[in-house]
């Protein structure tokens, strides 16, 4: 059997007899031939076909030979075919040939399966696999060590709220709601580690950047002076995920601090961090003054940061940690933490017995370190202009969703 | 401030002065002079220190001129060194200087965040990410898509028990032990896919190598003949995951029938299943036979594997199915699917509508497609020659085992 040809691949192979296998993706009855266009994971090949076209979404092999037409897609069409039905199909609920979907959010969500065939739905998520690929080619590159943590935790201490609770052999778990804790202990052994993994969010929102699971590209490095040396990997990191078609990632990002913003925006100062509106303009004013879709806002007030922040030593109110605003939305967080046992202990006080495990690795000798999280999903939503980020969630599962 | 000089880049910087960090390794106080082991990422920096040195473990960073000295760990040494302590540290529950530590495996695991940085168990993390990594660009030069697909799932319906229930803001929602139904839908939008992530498993067992948590490398692709196809997928994948220094993938693999291996073992006939004992005879005789440390045992019967399997065409009662033994163990379990919806329909029967999301990609054309999985660990494990897949595992969960 003759080896199958990708539809992209279809110009090379002008007056040769080959094999195409893809799915029925639309069918043109004229009056003595019908054109069927059959899909594959490269594109779309044109085949004229005499007599009656399987329904689409019908899957098929086509032996045919390749031909030369300037007016058919690609150049090439496929003529004197023998089509062979591989399976059949029931038509899908809207048209995947149509230049976008017209179905509803909750409509494609519920279709997904059928429905991301559509080549402009599938598009996003080939986005988003380059995206985390430049992301592991950059750390690679840079000494880091790819690890995998348990999703499963023994206590919901992390941060509160929020958590999954599991029966876990009878006992009660939790979701980790994100692998913080085991990549600060592995920077004790690794130095510089990343993981990608799905996270776990008991969000009670309804809203279009929130999800119950989404997959957290985490960072976290030794031996930093302080949260620049963090911001500075994420800089390059950014630049690696980026598809410069979409985005350009300045040499250097541009910087403001929490206090300069408040000033900048004449917003309340004793608020300790910044709403949605404050974000939207703090991103607006990068883009004019400095030409950059990317901002960072360092120094937040420690008041509304997780026990583990580093404070500035020159400003203890101020903490040596930032957010990576993106096109007007918090993309990443991030920041140095604690390292020294004592300050753990200071700062936990009475609650450090609850936090024995997570505490062994500083009692045990842990450099300056840092890190961050990206979420694959905000990232690649605000990257391809989607207003909600499950548009670019395969199965997304949230407060009303479990399935498909 | 001078940039930081890793251990394992010191040869080139003889009589240089340079700044080193890492963590107090070993300590040995001779009479005049203590040298003073440090540990980096890298590997280790001998320092000769007038006076006392800091305990094992304390995170320091060291100015010094870089000496040759032959007799010295990489041939150099560091001398006239300045010490700072970046962070203090309690000694280790047990020596990291050793060669090997002598600490009981619970007690490893009791102690993960300090035990992980003995040299020799954190070389083990390094060959896990260098598999993967393998993994996953043999098939991104393959047309491959990475996706992420749901953790949280509604039901428990791919293969019954073993699931960890979840508390689903209120609903019974379970934690997916594969994700087979999710990479199949994709073989309708993508052909071809691959997952690296957690699965779960409620395993009530307490083996060596059963895992509640483990990482699970899924392949999924469309259009092939039948289940030799994914086992040549499988062998490049393979060749792609190995370090050639630890294994050699044959040009080849070879291939015995589930019939011809019960023959060969003159085992039961109507057990339609392979015992332990038999994986490792059948593992032998391809060394053995083949000299090679990989035998496929394909056409296992259909009594014994799920529902979605395909059966052989020519005989219906053994499957398109494959396990792939690896040194005397099943290290991937795959085959060729069912893909018309109705045959789903016939083999669910009653069953069929608790299946309904499942059965969308079906109904909407499946091409002929098939697949399989890779436990990171096992693969780690048999690699290493590690009696347990606890040894190649950061944080382990098990039935036991829910910190640290």
Redesign the interface.
């Known amino acids: 059997?003759s080896s199958?040809v990708l539809a992209a691949d279809l110009p090379r192979y002008v007056g040769a007899r080959v094999r195409v296998?893809g799915?029925v993706h639309r069918r043109r009855r004229l009056k003595s031939v019908t054109f069927v266009v059959v899909r594959?994971?490269?594109g779309l090949a044109q085949v004229v076909l005499r007599g009656a076209a399987p329904p689409e979404?019908?899957?098929v092999e086509v032996h045919a030979t390749v031909s030369a037409n300037p007016r058919a897609p690609g150049g090439v069409e496929l003529t004197e075919p023998v089509v062979e039905t591989?399976?059949?199909?029931?038509?899908?609920p809207f048209d995947l040939y149509r230049p976008a979907v017209t179905a509803s959010l909750p409509a494609i969500l519920d279709?997904?399966?059928?429905a991301?065939?559509h080549p402009a739905l599938?598009e996003r998520?080939?986005v988003a696999?380059a995206a985390?690929?430049g992301f592991?080619s950059t750390l690679?590159s840079r000494?880091f060590?790819?690890?995998?943590?348990?999703?499963?935790?023994?206590s919901a201490t992390e941060s509160g709220g929020c958590v999954?609770?599991?029966?876990?052999?009878g006992?009660p778990?939790y979701?980790a709601q994100s692998p913080q804790f085991?990549k600060q202990?592995?920077v004790?052994?690794?130095?510089?580690v990343y993981e990608?993994?799905?996270v776990?969010r008991?969000e009670?929102h309804d809203t279009a950047r929130h999800l119950?699971?989404y997959?957290s590209l985490d960072v976290e490095l030794g031996?930093i002076?302080d949260h620049h040396d963090v911001m500075a990997v994420l800089r390059e990191v950014l630049a690696g995920m980026s598809d410069p078609a979409l985005v350009t990632v300045p040499e250097e990002i541009p910087e403001i601090h929490f206090a300069a913003a408040v000033d900048l925006l004449e917003a309340d100062p004793r608020e300790p961090d910044l709403a949605p509106a404050h974000e939207r303009a703090l991103s607006e004013w990068a883009r004019r003054e400095h030409g950059s879709d990317f901002l960072f806002v360092t120094g937040y007030p420690m008041a509304k940061r997780p026990f583990y922040t580093h404070p500035d030593p020159a400003r203890p109110r101020y903490s040596n940690s930032f957010d990576l605003l993106f096109r007007g939305v918090e993309l990443v967080t991030g920041g140095q933490r604690l390292?020294?046992?004592a300050d753990y202990l200071a700062v936990l006080g009475d609650a450090a017995p609850e936090y024995a495990?997570?505490l062994?690795?500083?009692?045990?000798?842990?450099?300056?370190h840092g890190g961050f999280a990206i979420g694959?999903e905000r990232w690649t939503a605000r990257l391809l202009g989607a207003a909600n980020v499950r548009e670019v969630t395969?199965?997304p599962?949230d407060?009303h969703r479990?399935?498909?």
């Open positions: 059997m199958r296998a799915w594959d994971r490269s979404e019908t899957v591989l399976a059949e199909a029931v038509p899908p279709h997904a399966p059928v991301l065939r599938k998520f080939a696999a985390v690929r592991r690679d000494g060590t790819e690890v995998h943590t348990p999703k499963i935790v023994a999954f609770g599991i029966d876990y052999f006992r778990a979701l085991f202990a592995l004790g052994v690794f130095e510089r990608v993994g799905p776990f008991a009670p119950a699971q997959t031996f002076r390292h020294r046992h495990d997570y062994q690795a500083f009692a045990h000798g842990m450099p300056p694959l395969l199965f599962r407060l479990l399935t498909p």
